[in-house]
Antibody, heavy 117, light 107 residues
Framework: QVQLVQSGSELKEPGASVKVSCKAS????????INWVRQAPGQGLEWMGW????????TYAQGFTGRFVFSLATSVSTAYLQISSLKAEDTGVYYC??????????WGQGTLVTVSS | DIQMTQSPSSLSASVGDRVTITCRAS??????LGWYQQRPGKAPKRLIF???SLQSGVPSRFSGSGSGTEFTLTISSLQPEDFATYYC?????????FGQGTKVEIK
């Protein structure tokens, strides 16, 4: 079946970097874009942007430029979110989701990133 | 950017109640709207896409309506497993935007 499986929880110190993976299965990876969504502790959902899995072209929402990078490894049907120069306010659960506009749009299980010294 | 204003932010209801949640878009988005349910500690799950189409496997007590700027999610008879937080999402234009969420609690 169509599913997205994300990497496990991360605990990082301020200033470090983290790379979250999102592995797709059950469909042709390059047929659908991958979106990234953040949920800060106790807060709502925030769309971070998406990456075109066909071209590799990323689109970032305001507030997620500069330190946030979306990338791909199409040979292994995996999308990545890398966050550099981590700050305490980056703490939250990060979700990947297949194209939000189509009939079937599965989400990953979420990856908790905790930034703390 | 399109702003999605969701109301109420929370509500208390009993099992069997009819519940309605509203999302208002700051500009017309045709029917490019989804409704999501999120239980604590879980990933969001889409219930409705294209404003009124029920996602496969979702119980028929959930329904969506609306077009343009006004949208509603209705739960016809609230069940214990429906106590959760609900979000709308517009995918008409970039950036995609979510409503602030509605927490449905047990009365």
């Amino acid at each position: 079946q169509v599913q997205l499986v994300q990497s496990g929880s991360e605990l990082k110190e301020p200033g470090a970097s983290v790379k979250v993976s999102c592995k797709a299965s059950g469909y042709t990876f390059t047929n659908y874009g991958i979106n990234w969504v953040r949920q800060a502790p106790g807060q709502g959902l925030e769309w971070m942007g998406w990456i075109d899995t066909n071209t590799g072209n990323p689109t970032y929402a305001q507030g997620f430029t500069g330190r946030f990078v979306f990338s791909l490894a199409t040979s292994v049907s995996t999308a990545y979110l890398q966050i550099s120069s981590l700050k305490a306010e980056d703490t939250g659960v990060y979700y990947c989701a297949r194209s939000l506009t189509v009939t079937t749009s599965p989400w990953g299980q979420g990856t908790l990133v905790t930034v703390s010294s | 950017d399109i702003q999605m204003t969701q109301s109420p932010s929370s509500l208390s209801a009993s099992v069997g109640d009819r519940v309605t949640i509203t999302c208002r878009a700051s500009q017309g988005i045709r029917n490019d709207l989804g409704w999501y349910q999120q239980r604590p500690g879980k990933a969001p799950k889409r219930l409705i896409f294209a404003a009124s189409s029920l996602q496969s496997g979702v119980p028929s007590r959930f329904s969506g309506s609306g077009s343009g700027t006004e949208f509603t999610l209705t739960i016809s008879s609230l069940q214990p497993e429906d106590f959760a937080t609900y979000y709308c999402l517009q995918y008409n234009s970039y950036p995609r935007t979510f409503g602030q969420g509605t927490k449905v609690e047990i009365k």
